[in-house]
């Protein structure tokens, strides 16, 4: 069965031209012109894979939406947005999308990020590293991405969230700069500023901090990048 894509933007024009690619690539599409549809739509088919998403719309925006998305749902989302300041950005990543893409955008870019993420949120990815992984206070397992404490209380992460807590933890003491890190988990050449993943990064060390008392699984290493200590 076809992965369903839902599509969020008040512009008919930019729906119907992503609708065509999503549909081209084999998925079917699902679409919104409002954060308020957009909340429908995700109540009356549970089973929509990704999210791509506008930001500015009337009556409910697209942080809104994330918001309220993220109080009960990982799914991948992918913010399309003119709002291209870093700012804006880091908000969006913050509040809980996994991707953002600015308008104008080459189509085919964003189905490349809309194939990577659903490969991340699947377990598809292509390492030989084991199936369950020991770090600190956490068990990780790739193939159901579920991340545990030692007292079985169980880390809700985004599908980026787990692939790079899953890289560090795969290569313990060695160090990942940002660039790395986007390549391996994104799966693409890396196009965009370290801020991007400094922002995952501390969204992924508060949620393991909230859980654990405070532990402080990653590391910074001050101009190199990230990593997390053998146990």
Do not use: C
């Not at 690539?25 to 549809?37: D, I, L, M, P, Q």
């Amino acid at each position: 069965m076809a992965k369903k894509i839902l599509i969020v933007d008040d512009d008919k024009e930019i729906v119907e031209l992503l609708n065509i690619y999503v549909k081209n690539e084999g998925y079917e599409s699902v679409v919104a012109y409002s954060g308020k549809e957009a909340m429908t739509k995700l109540a009356t088919n549970p089973d929509i894979a990704l999210m791509i998403l506008d930001i500015m719309m009337p009556s409910m925006s697209g942080i809104d939406v994330i918001k309220e998305v993220r109080k009960d749902s990982q799914i991948p989302i992918i913010v399309v947005s003119a709002k291209t300041a870093d700012m804006d950005k880091i908000k969006g990543l913050i509040t809980g999308a996994d991707d953002y893409v600015a308008k104008p955008f080459n189509p085919l870019e964003v189905m490349a990020r809309v194939k990577s993420l659903l490969r991340r949120s699947s377990g598809q990815v292509t390492n030989e590293t084991p199936e369950t992984l020991s770090v600190g206070p956490l068990n990780i397992n790739k193939d159901s991405h579920e991340v545990t404490t030692l007292n079985g209380k169980t880390i809700q992460l985004t599908a980026l969230e787990f692939g790079i807590l899953y890289l560090l933890a795969s290569h313990p003491n060695r160090v990942f700069s940002a660039d790395e890190i986007f390549e391996r988990v994104w799966q693409q050449e890396s196009i965009v500023s370290a801020k991007t993943v400094m922002v995952h990064v501390s969204h992924l060390r508060d949620k393991i901090e909230a859980a654990t008392g405070g532990e402080k699984v990653i590391q910074t290493v001050w101009g190199v990048g990230y990593k997390v200590e053998a146990s």
